[in-house]
């Protein structure tokens, strides 16, 4: 419907290889929450952002991007996703995009301290034949974009060796 170019089975490329953190901003979307105040952020979002930036820019094959989808629409959206390897984000609802990524990719979910959350993205994942895995995050930035880089960089070094 939306023009997507989506081929099943189609290979991860490793020259080019899209790793795409969804952020979070502050915008109002339920009736219940009328100060728009999202509170699964990340307290230093840019600094990590900066930080993964840096690190990811030593690797030429790895294509680092990142944005927020509040005020992009559907299509804007699923074109971003439907081309995403390795999908970052924090714990919450825009990581049910991982449905429409293609096979044989990775999704990363970010969880906030003090860590406790259901199971369903990895469920999500696993049913779109998804990688899944997660990783706790702490309020110091160096920590969290070390862990986020380290994960990355595995899944990296196991499907482009």
Do not use: W
């Not at 991860?12 to 999202?38: D, E, M, T, W």
């Not at 690797?59 to 970052?88: A, C, K, M, P, W």
């Amino acid at each position: 419907q939306f023009n997507i170019s989506y081929k099943e089975n189609e290979q991860v490329n490793c020259q080019a290889l899209n790793v795409f953190f969804l952020v979070r901003h502050n915008y109002v979307a339920h009736p219940r929450n009328p100060s728009g105040k999202i509170t699964r952020q990340l307290t230093n979002e840019q600094q990590i952002l900066d930080d993964l930036k840096i690190k990811f820019s030593k690797y030429r094959g790895v294509n680092f991007s990142f944005n927020h989808f509040e005020e992009s629409s559907i299509e804007q959206q699923l074109n971003v996703i439907s081309q995403t390897d390795i999908f970052i984000g924090v714990h919450g609802a825009g990581l049910t995009h991982v449905l429409f990524m293609k096979p044989n990719r990775c999704l990363i979910e970010l969880i906030p301290a003090p860590g406790s959350i259901g199971v369903h993205y990895e469920l999500m994942a696993l049913l779109n034949g998804i990688e899944y895995r997660n990783r706790l995050i702490s309020d110091r930035s160096l920590e969290t974009s070390q862990a986020i880089f380290e994960c990355v960089m595995e899944k990296v070094s196991q499907v482009c060796p």
